[in-house]
């Protein structure tokens, strides 16, 4: 289930602020819900049926996406955009085979953002922000850097392709990927320090299939393979896997 830490409200208050003027102007894009089956955590240790929030809204330069959390394109200028973010970052519940490892809490992603978007159905991105509001030694920096490419199959069926790589430093990769000495003993995994880098690839194949008047119903599939430090980790050798899969199903509305 969708939550929002106080972080994170304190940050949509922020955001919010700026968006009176586009309210005015009303608000355009599709919101809906649906259900997830992915991993339980980064390191694929089980997976899980989630219910999912669906957003992909724009309120003249704010902007709220399903991915992208909350943004503002301060900069708008011949299809660049750029400005801050916040987001969701979902945290970790330490419990079967993970045992005995820390529990990670719900946090806010906090940063900025810049765009490449020359037209409707394609773009370029890179992300980097601080996670805020998690317990000790677990606030890190994270980003990730990818592009989307849509494209129209008929039938008013869409379809798009992205491709994105994430990355962190060392105190957020170890957050979910690393086991201290006392974990270790707890949990029997051996230990870990994870260091910075690249984290994971992620191939996502979408469709968005028209239904009644404003009605969809949207799909999705992703690949993603652990790189790096997080695919060395001794939580993925033991119980996790570094190639990993997660599939979703949403009805959204259409707003005009």
Do not use: C
């Amino acid at each position: 289930m969708f939550k929002v830490t106080s972080a994170v409200f304190a940050g949509l208050l922020g955001l919010w602020g700026f968006s009176s003027t586009a309210l005015a102007q009303g608000i355009t894009g599709e919101m809906g819900a649906g259900v997830s089956y992915q991993p339980h955590d980064p390191t694929g240790s089980r997976y899980e049926t989630r219910p999912i929030p669906y957003f992909d809204l724009d309120w003249g330069p704010v902007s709220l996406g399903t991915d992208d959390g909350l943004t503002w394109s301060a900069l708008d200028t011949h299809g660049f955009t750029a400005g801050p973010y916040i987001n969701y970052l979902p945290g970790r519940t330490a419990n079967g085979s993970l045992r005995g490892l820390r529990n990670v809490s719900d946090m806010a992603e906090v940063g900025g953002f810049i765009q490449y978007a020359p037209a409707d159905f394609w773009r370029v991105y890179a992300q980097m922000g601080q996670a805020v509001g998690g317990g000790r030694d677990q606030s890190g920096v994270l980003g990730k850097v990818g592009g989307e490419l849509g494209y129209p199959l008929g039938g008013g069926i869409i379809g798009s392709t992205g491709l994105l790589a994430h990355f962190a430093d060392a105190r957020q990769t170890q957050t979910f990927f690393g086991v201290d000495d006392k974990e270790s003993a707890a949990s029997g995994i051996r230990a870990y320090n994870a260091s910075a880098g690249f984290q994971n690839l992620t191939l996502t194949q979408s469709f968005e299939f028209p239904l009644a008047n404003n009605w969809s119903l949207l799909t999705s599939a992703s690949w993603v393979h652990l790189v790096g430090s997080a695919a060395n980790s001794t939580i993925v050798k033991d119980t996790g896997d570094v190639n990993q899969g997660q599939v979703q199903t949403a009805i959204s509305y259409k707003f005009d």
